[in-house]
């Protein structure tokens, strides 16, 4: 196929370049000669893919990384770090926030670029790593080594694809495939096309190892890509196997569609919020709907504790008998969240059966008769059971119950989520909530029709 009209398209304009080109010359410049000229022992250098060229049009994120020797104390990393970016943040009038990943880092807004100013160790391999960030700069370095020029396009390929197809983002609530890791599998495959062949082959633990490490053992993960900067790394460990599931799948239906190029393309979302509520009519579906405040904590900590919650919740409403056909989460990520139940049965009648022991097992059914009364006890199936009445005939009463602090600790709960979660939950109609909030409605489209990304 002739890619050319797409990567019109994908690659940064000109213009584009050559403004990036010349924002990250002058802050390096400045941080360089400001340390030199405070005698401060550190080297500023561009990582990431605007250093690789491996970045897409209008997503030129600038990482701008303050290398320290490996002696320097992490408490003085930290804050000189931060001095460093807030200094070059003034410099170049830009608005500043700070963020936390293995330790602080600057965000600055300049120009209209998004900066970050990272301090790390400079390391030569991954040996000597001592925090998570300071293998950047060589996973910057082997990609300039090893891809190609002409394989830059691939990469631009691989990557939006992925996006339109909703696997690319190594992010928590994502789980998808990181930047790098395209890049790596663009290197180990050659081009855009034979990766997606090579990938609908794929089988969970497929190992790539570019440099013959042969560390593969140490992981149990989906895909295996050995780092070629750290041995004892797997690129793919962030990447979920729904994901990996997911690209597989997109790669075969794109290698047999005749319209191939509408998977460069975002897909046809419905965020008609009575289009999505008819659909839900239809399906005669009961949906039960949590929302809730969310606490100040970064958003790597608050989509891990919002999924386990909300899975753990799911798993105790089946424990009791309610059917939960399907469940999720949506957040603004400012300043609240919403749990979603899709129930295939959310209401029960109020005797269950409790099971006791097999009636080949004369003790323990003596010891079963005892406790319950023999006026009480049957047989189902080759079991002794009798009829108990249920406690919680509905699912919403049984949330009820859960969400007070005495019974909370029945769900594995993120620590930071308790207090706002008990304080601040409440039911809600999907009928109330705005047609304006079309970002929750897009989630709602996702959440009725999974896998509408990974077809065209």
């Known amino acids: 196929m002739d890619y050319t009209s797409i990567l019109n398209k994908l690659r940064p304009t000109e213009q584009e370049k050559t403004k990036i080109k010349e924002i990250s010359h002058k802050i390096i410049d400045f941080l360089n000669d400001y340390c030199k000229k405070e005698s401060i022992n550190a080297n500023t250098v561009l990582v990431g893919s605007v250093a690789k060229g491996t970045y897409l049009q209008g997503k030129s994120d600038i990482d701008i990384f303050i290398t320290f020797p490996l002696e320097t104390s992490m408490d003085y990393l930290k804050e000189m770090g931060l001095k460093l970016g807030y200094l070059c943040n003034e410099k170049f009038n830009g608005v500043a926030s700070e963020h936390y990943a293995s330790h602080p880092y600057l965000t600055s807004e300049i120009e209209g670029f998004e900066i970050d100013f990272v301090p790390c160790y400079q390391i030569e391999d991954g040996s000597q790593l001592k925090s998570a960030v300071d293998r950047t700069v060589l996973h910057t370095n082997f990609i300039k080594a090893n891809l190609k020029e002409s394989q830059k396009d691939d990469v631009l390929l691989l990557k939006r694809f992925m996006d339109m197809t909703g696997t690319y983002g190594s992010e928590f609530k994502v789980g998808g495939f990181a930047g790098y890791l395209c890049e790596l599998l663009i290197v180990k495959y050659g081009d855009f096309e034979t990766t997606l062949k090579e990938a609908s082959k794929w089988r969970y633990g497929t190992v790539i190892d570019l440099m013959d490490y042969k560390t593969s053992k140490l992981f149990n993960d989906p895909l295996i890509a050995i780092d070629p900067t750290d041995k004892n790394r797997n690129v793919a460990a962030a990447l979920r196997l729904d994901k990996m599931a997911e690209f597989i799948q997109s790669a075969r239906n794109y290698l047999n569609s005749n319209i191939k190029e509408e998977y460069f393309n975002p897909i046809n979302k419905n965020t008609n919020k009575e289009n999505l509520l008819n659909q839900i009519k239809d399906n005669e579906s009961e949906f039960i709907v949590v929302k809730f405040n969310i606490p100040e904590i970064p958003l790597d900590t608050l989509h891990p504790q919002l999924k386990k919650t909300v899975e753990s919740l ?79 005939t509905s699912a919403v009463s049984y949330i009820k119950h859960v969400f007070t602090s005495e019974n909370i600790a029945l769900i594995k709960i993120g620590k930071n989520l308790k207090d706002s979660l008990l304080d601040s939950y409440s039911f809600i109609n999907l009928e109330d909530i705005s047609s304006d909030s079309s970002e929750f409605w897009s989630f709602i489209d996702d959440f009725l029709n999974p896998g509408q990304y990974i077809k065209r």
């Open 314 to 392: 799911s798993e105790k409403l089946a424990d009791e008998e309610f059917n939960v056909f399907a469940s999720d989460y949506w957040t603004d990520e400012e300043k609240v969240a919403v749990f979603i139940f899709e129930m295939a049965s959310s209401t029960l009648n109020k005797i269950k059966i409790n099971k006791g022991p097999k009636v080949f097992i004369e003790r323990g059914c003596k010891q079963f008769i005892d406790a319950h009364g023999l006026e009480n006890c049957y047989i189902k199936d080759d079991f002794l059971v009798m009829n108990v009445e249920r406690e919680f």
